[in-house]
């Protein structure tokens, strides 16, 4: 059946996260009819073990429903999109992708971080914001406090709101009712050439690469030529397809306004990149649509395989995952401490502790991963500006102009109680205070730059324990600045231990070095001769400590005689403990090895 434009609703749900943004989208989904209860199931759009079992989304998902109201039938696109910082260019695809949006807001907690954060690139993006307060059926819920607090902290006008309970199923008809009474029907001239946007793309086993578009202008059929924008590839439109979270609906075209699944047999997701432009070969569109740019990772590990002789067994499962992500990228890299492993970026911490889990889960492997760093700029003497992923790739000192560091706007919600103990952490991380603004005579909301450096190991785990787990954290990255850094190296027995090297403010450098010695201490197992351990900037050493050698009493069968036959014992252990530390080598536990990186 030909649905009329003005008779299409496309939407995105955003929210903090466990606001119950997946279980409103399983309401939806039932009141709407598209899947049949026996076949419904809890997060029923969420795909992978992992997003069910931590009760959040990773990659964003759609679903098209049918409606009707009124005598009339509707077409309902829902997009259901990632909570967390570390996917927030999904999000800000899907919701470029969308004409509205559903504001979730937890009735018992409130406004929080994340909730800031998503509706500010909704309202960049002209969408209609609609406020829903869920989970009214808690008995600690008071929607109408948490409706002030979003116009408090947002300034979104909510004279218009929906309550609902997601879980119970109570207001969510009305709630469809405002959307399709609300959001407006999708612009765009159908008899234009082909323009949409790719916002999401993943790998099928039998179909290859998918890619998940919203059509702007004119229509995508079947055997069609395609072109990709950025890369000027031409492919040919195998087949088209509804999303639906049970199993995708065929069909001959996706016209405008439109969202569907593209199939062009492509063998890996590379050339389908999230925000990416499909136009029509023959007849392309003039321009692109604004705001494609390949997703950078922000953060970088090293991780390694337990057992070395898994090595190869980790590159492919990095390649297979990579079908799925191609925002995942990795080379191999050699460590004396952990073998051979590969350097790997990721969008942030999050999506680095899902792809270890997942590399583990799927594939059966054990991992261990180095300690996160960040993308430094460095200008050189000579001019040249690079950029570093790794402490050991820093140049030597000499040839150093300035390194610049990325830094973050972080923004956090916290209750009043707890607001000293949140100050000093971020004095301490080195933030820079923005804003402080008191949403109510119970919270505050702060907003600081800090570098992204010191927010990518422990900084969220300490802020919840600062605050009892009260706080809320979003951040997004807002460029490079100056800054006074050095690197740490850290030797063993006189050997550098390249996956311990970090970089580090100057003023920090020596306060570091001696945690870092004093933790290696304890750890590094006693060896025959003593073992120094010490922490350098360079050739400098700032702070060292040794490891005694295991005592073993070469006088104890003397008995008697003169104190001559001892002294000669004793001398000749000497010398061979001298001899044993020219050539003896010290091997760094990988306990050690963990329990130092967690240092603070």
Request: a negative charge; charged letters at 25%.
């Amino acid at each position: 059946m030909e649905i009329p434009q003005t008779h299409i609703r496309n939407f995105s749900i955003i929210a903090h996260i466990d606001h119950g943004k997946s279980t409103l989208a399983d309401r939806i989904i039932q009141e709407c009819k598209a899947v049949s209860d026996r076949k419904m199931s809890a997060q029923v759009m969420d795909t992978m073990d992992i997003e069910k079992e931590r009760g959040i989304t990773i990659k964003a998902q759609s679903v098209r429903l049918n409606y009707e109201k009124d005598g009339e039938h509707y077409i309902l696109n829902l997009i259901d999109t990632p909570g967390h910082v570390d996917f927030s260019y999904e999000v800000s695809r899907s919701l470029a992708s969308s004409e509205g949006a559903l504001l979730i807001v937890d009735a018992a907690q409130g406004v929080e971080a994340q909730t800031i954060a998503n509706v500010y690139i909704a309202l960049d993006n002209d969408l209609t914001l609609i406020p829903v307060v869920n989970k009214i059926d808690l008995p600690a819920a008071d929607p109408y406090r948490v409706l002030t607090e979003v116009e408090d902290a947002i300034g979104l006008d909510c004279t218009e709101h929906s309550l609902v309970s997601a879980k119970t199923g109570e207001g969510v008809h009305d709630l469809i009712d405002a959307i399709v009474d609300r959001i407006p029907a999708p612009n765009g001239d159908e008899d234009a050439p082909t323009k949409a946007l790719i916002y999401d793309s993943w790998f099928d086993n039998y179909l290859g690469a998918l890619a998940l578009v919203r059509v702007y202008e004119g229509s995508i059929e079947k055997g069609q030529k395609v072109q990709i924008m950025s890369t000027k590839e031409e492919h040919v439109v195998l087949d088209l397809m509804y999303p639906n979270p049970i199993a995708p609906i065929k069909t001959n075209s996706i016209n405008t306004g439109e969202i569907g699944i593209v199939v062009t047999g492509q063998k890996t997701v590379d050339g389908l990149q999230v925000g990416d432009t499909i136009t029509d070969a023959k007849n392309p569109t003039k321009e692109i649509i604004d705001g494609f740019e390949p997703a950078k990772p922000f953060v970088f590990a090293g991780i390694y395989p337990i057992e070395t002789d898994k090595f190869e067994d980790l590159r492919d499962a990095l390649n297979k995952l990579k079908l799925n992500d191609s925002s995942i990228s990795f080379e191999p890299e050699s460590s004396l401490a952990l073998g051979s492993g590969f350097r790997t970026g990721f969008l942030g911490m999050l999506h680095m502790e899902v792809i270890k889990e997942r590399l583990e889960r799927e594939f059966n492997l054990e991992l261990i991963a180095s300690a996160p760093t960040v993308v430094y700029e460095v200008l050189q003497t000579n001019g040249d500006r690079i950029e570093i992923q790794n402490p050991f790739e820093l140049p030597e000192a000499q040839k150093i102009d300035t390194i610049f560091e990325p830094y973050i706007k972080a923004t956090i919600l916290v209750p009043n109680d707890y607001l000293g103990n949140v100050i000093k952490l971020l004095n301490d991380r080195r933030g820079m205070q923005v804003k402080m603004d008191y949403i109510n005579s119970e919270r505050v909301l702060l907003e600081y730059d800090i570098p992204m450096n010191e927010i990518v190991l422990d900084f969220y785990d300490k802020l919840k324990s600062t605050t009892k787990g009260y706080a809320s954290f979003d951040y997004e990255p807002i460029g490079f600045r100056e800054g006074d850094l050095v690197k740490l190296d850290i030797k063993v027995a006189g050997d550098v231990v390249d996956a311990l090297s970090i970089i580090v403010p100057r003023d920090r450098a020596r306060t570091r070095g001696l945690a870092f010695v004093k933790s290696l201490k304890e750890l590094i197992p006693r060896q025959l001769f003593e073992v120094a351990i010490q922490a350098s900037i360079g050739n400098d050493i700032i702070a060292r400590t040794n490891v005694k050698s295991t005592g073993k009493n070469v006088t104890a069968k003397c008995y008697g005689g003169d104190i001559t036959r001892k002294r000669k014992l004793l001398d000749k252990q000497k010398a061979g403990k001298k001899r044993m530390k020219a050539i003896g080598s010290v091997n760094v536990p990988q306990e050690a090895f963990m329990a130092v990186l967690k240092l603070d």
